[in-house]
Structures are given as C-alpha cells and as structure tokens.
C-alpha cells in the first residue's frame, strides 16, 4: 500500500452490520473531499462460526479465526483495530494477546458516549445475542460503572434473536417490525435507554420522533464504535 | 487470515462510493446467513490524488497508488480486483500489468449487464468525471460494442461535476436536487439512457417511478460492477 491505513476493521459478523459500520465512519467524518478521509483496512471473514451458539456450547471455533484476523490487521502497520461485531468481544483477551495493535472494546466505545449523553438514563436494557448477554459483555461493565440494568424478559430475548436473524438473512422489513413491538414493550415498563448490544440491530432501529416506541434512547453500539476510533486517530 | 478472501476491492476514490458498493455487493448476495457470504478484502485508500484533474493535466499521481493497491490485494490471494471508481480505470493498463489477478474493468461490467437490459436504449449520455470523459474510458467500448452516444452539453458536465464534488463533501441533498435537475434535461432531449460513469453518481440518484426525469434508465455502474464480481466468482 501507498497510503498507510490508519484502522483496521475485522468485518463480516455480519457482512451488512461492517458496512453499516463503515458508513458510519465515513459519514462521521469531517470531510469536504476524499483525501480528508481516514485511510483504513477491512477484511471480511463472514465464514467465522457462529459466535452466540459457541459461548452456548462452551467450545471455541471462532477463536482462531479472530486472533489470526486481528493479529493480520495489525501486522499491516494498522495503529488501532475495531470490531464491529458486539459477540466476538467474548475472545477479547485472546483477540488483543495476539495483537500488537490495540484492539477498540465496542463496550468501552460505548460506555465513553453513553457518560456524554445528556437524556437521563434509568435502569439500561441490553438488547444483544444470548451470548453476549451470557458473557456478560456490558453488564459487567456497565455495572463496573455505576449504571443500573432492567431485565429482558424472555419473550423480548426471543424477539432480539429474531431481528438479528432476519438482518443477517436479508429481511430488514420484518426486523424493523419486531423492533417496533420490542421497543413498545420496553417504553411499556419504563425503560429510558436500551444498548442497541449486537450490530444488526441498529440496522432494524428506524424510528421518527413521533413513533410511540421513540421513548427509548437507542445506544448504537456501531456508531460509538466508529466515533470513538475517530476519535482515538484524531479526526474528532 | 483464516479465510481466504475471494474478492479484492481497492477502495476510497470516494469513501462513500466504496461503502455504497461494499453494501450492493452484501445485498445482492443470495444468503440467508453470515456464512453465506463472500470473504473480501477492502483497502480504503482516500488520500490517492484526485484522478480526473490528473488526467487533465497529463500528470501521473494516481498511477503509484492504483499499481501498489493493486499488487498488495493480489499478494492476499485474492482470485479478483474491483475499482469501485470510474476514473482511476485510466490507470487499467498499468494496474494489471501490475496484479497477478485478474482487474475486473467497470466499463466492462457496465457493458455486460447494459447487454441483459430489457429497456429500449438509444442514444446513451455518459455522465462523468472530465477525466472519464476525456480519456474515453466508456465512449470507446461503447462505440465498440455498437451502441449510440448522446452529447453532453457544458451546462450538464458542469452539473456532474457540482454533483461529483457535493458528494464527496458529504453534500448529499444538493447532489440529489441537482441530479434532478440534470436528468429532467436528458428527457426533454429525448436521451432514454445514462451511464452513471462515477461511483459517487448513484448515491445521488433517487428517482421516484414518478419523478418527471424517471424516463431516463440510469445504468449503476457500481451496481454492474458487483453484480459482475459476484457473478464471476460464482456467487450469482
């Protein structure tokens, strides 16, 4: 390469959830023409084993994809690598072990932009794949940071897992409608903020300021992710 | 890296217009699941030197970028390269003689999928950068294959231009308004078809079936030009 990349992304968990990622970064940030922009590397590896159902099973198939994705990255002469997949975080450790490049936690980045939000906050919902939510992935360390959790109850857990299945297979209509009822119900018991915990689920999150789920504040945890690198490689 | 990527993508000539691709590749692969997907490699490159002012001015800035882009994707095993920006096919000669792997030439791609077109063609208006323009990177093999060219009047390259450039400044709506403007033009000429000859065109292009310029067919270059990957690495 000519140009040294910055970022680098380890993508395809899933294939949409990374470009919607790299959109977010790209629009973030402040451009007026292309050589502005942040030079970055992304390799998508949509072939890595399912994440949630390893955790579940207590076996580790995508470990080797993640640390030999990671440790490439960064063996490129990135400066930081970001994941946008909230699930892979479970091999966090074995992931930044086998890197010389910092790895960005997608549950730091977002704990960083939910300490800036001026909404008030209340008891958070995490909306994520069962094994992130088995993990512990951000009750650990949301708790570490003084916030309170409001239970998902297992029909709410039902309707997470089958958003972030229909996004990944393609079928963002019907994704956006089970959000809708997902977020109703949370609106319905007084939940203020849910952490949008997988990154297929911002992509099913549309909702207008007059919608009458609107009253949960979304915490996308792809946008925090791709703030926070920005922010870290000094374009914001 | 543990999975092999099939596709090489040499991307940031503009950032958005390599993220606009990278999602019409996602969407236009049949799957149903992550691991259906084809593994790529994105190198974001955005600071190359602007291509078309090169080309005007005879000079070679782009040509080390595009030639180490290329090689570097080809050195990751890569079994095809795609450009997603129009002009930098200037450089075509010179980046495959420098890749191992097979260049997948948008012209080509465009060409390929204008031949599947059910619609009535005529006369095709080539919008695009001056230097796409100037080096004949769509006229000469459109020409070749025996189909028609509509002139472009200066008025209307300079509205491509104001579009090309709002675009990448992230000026999304006035791009969109002035491609409104442009297109109701090729109408009122009678022009049935346009080649959207630069990457950042089809993010400006929102037509409505009802749009009064919706009886210009647009041809996505970007769209062709996944369409076209995909189809050679046997994915459609």
């Known amino acids: 390469m000519q140009q040294q990349a910055q970022l680098g992304i380890l993508g395809g968990m899933g294939p949409l959830a990374t470009v919607d990622f790299l959109g977010k970064l790209t ?77 960005l936690h997608i549950a730091d980045a977002t704990i960083e932009e939910l300490q800036l939000s001026q909404a008030p906050i209340g008891a958070i919902a ?10 512990g992935i951000y009750s650990k360390r949301l708790l570490a940071n ?24 393609g079928q963002v209509g019907p994704a956006r409608d089970t959000m809708r009822v997902l977020l109703q119900a949370l609106v319905g018991r007084g939940v203020k903020t849910a952490i949008l915990g997988c990154t297929e689920l911002p992509i099913a999150h549309i909702v207008r300021a007059g919608d009458p789920h609107s009253g949960v504040q979304a915490i996308d945890t792809s946008l925090a992710l791709a703030t926070v690198s920005l922010r870290r490689l000094g374009y914001l």
Chains 1, 2 share one sequence.
């Open 126 to 135: 995490i909306l994520a794949t069962r094994g992130t939510v088995q993990a």
């Open 27 to 103: 629009r973030l940030t402040p451009a007026t023409c292309d050589q502005d922009h942040l030079a970055w590397v992304t390799v998508s590896q949509p072939g890595i084993p399912d994440r949630s159902a390893a955790i579940k099973a207590g076996t580790d198939g995508p470990g080797p994809f993640l640390t030999k994705g990671v440790a490439w990255l960064a063996a490129q002469g990135t400066k930081l690598i970001a994941i946008p997949c909230n699930t892979s975080h479970f091999w966090f450790d074995q992931m930044q072990a086998a890197s010389s490049v910092p790895i």
């Open 146 to 169: 003084g916030f309170d959790l409001a239970e998902i109850t297992e029909d709410e857990q039902t309707d997470v897992d089958q958003i972030i299945k229909d996004v990944k297979g």
